[in-house]
């Protein structure tokens, strides 16, 4: 069975300072996709970042980037120069890729709260 | 930039009524995907739609639950016979192929009385 764990239920950081979300996971399977949604207030998901895990590099998206140790299964979200607007609910999330299933399995969450 | 809209954004209902849920996925996309979240809980996947057929489904989409796309652009989930515990805010989700980004709605809230 996958599973995805958020270790980390609430954070708190200050504007312009910079924060990191972890996350690890468990999979036997090699190829696989990992994914960071934001949920404000609004309860919308909103994509953040997605990483390939056949890739190498980190994938970066303007203010956020991640730190994905493939070994480790770990799979961390870095937000600098944090602002009001990223407080939210940061979920982490897993797909495996092929046959086995396209479903999207989700950490608990984050809550992030940044503060002026 | 194309979204998946949902609609109502919220309904109520009574227990044992019936209830469809309706979402206009990203216009090229080819898969879909319904997942609920109750509230202070992570969220779930319910099922997954692909050339008019269910491709998977969780252990929560049990009898009562079915999906459908009744024409070109609409995406529904019908509940069939509400309980308290469905009570919970319900995700579409829409992606181009399978291996890739799911695009997700602004939710529908129900609420079962």
């Known amino acids: 069975a996958q599973t995805v764990t958020q270790s980390q239920p609430e954070m708190s950081v200050q504007e312009a300072e910079t924060v990191t979300l972890s996350c690890t996971y468990d999979?036997?399977?090699?190829?696989?996709?990992l994914f960071w949604y934001k949920q404000p207030p609004s309860r919308q998901m909103i994509l953040v970042i997605r990483?390939?895990?056949?890739?190498?590099q980190n994938a970066t998206e303007n203010r956020f980037s991640v730190n994905f140790q493939k070994a480790a299964k770990s799979f961390s979200l870095k937000i600098s120069d944090s602002q009001l607007g990223d407080t939210a609910m940061y979920f982490c999330?897993?797909?495996?890729?092929?046959?086995?299933?396209?479903?999207?399995?989700f950490g608990k969450g984050t809550s992030l709260l940044v503060t002026p | 930039e194309p979204e998946v809209t949902q609609t109502p954004s919220h309904q109520v209902t009574q227990m044992g009524q019936e209830v469809i849920l309706r979402c206009v996925p990203i216009?090229?996309?080819?898969?879909f995907y319904w997942y609920r979240q109750i509230l202070g809980q992570k969220v779930e996947f319910l099922v997954s739609?692909?050339?008019?057929?269910?491709?998977?489904k969780s252990e929560i989409f049990d009898d009562q639950f079915s999906v459908e796309r009744p024409d070109g652009s609409n995406f529904t989930l019908k509940i069939r016979s509400t309980k308290l515990e469905d009570s919970a805010m319900y995700f579409c989700?829409?992606?181009?192929?399978?291996?890739?980004?799911?695009?997700f709605g602004p939710g529908t809230r129900l609420t079962v009385l």
């Open positions: 989700a829409s992606s181009v192929i399978v291996i890739d980004t799911q695009y």
């Open positions: 999979t036997s399977e090699n190829n696989y996709y």
């Open positions: 990483q390939e895990a056949y890739k190498q």
């Open positions: 999330a897993f797909m495996i890729g092929g046959y086995s299933g396209y479903a999207l399995n």
């Open positions: 216009s090229n996309h080819l898969y």
């Open positions: 739609f692909y050339n008019n057929e269910i491709s998977e």
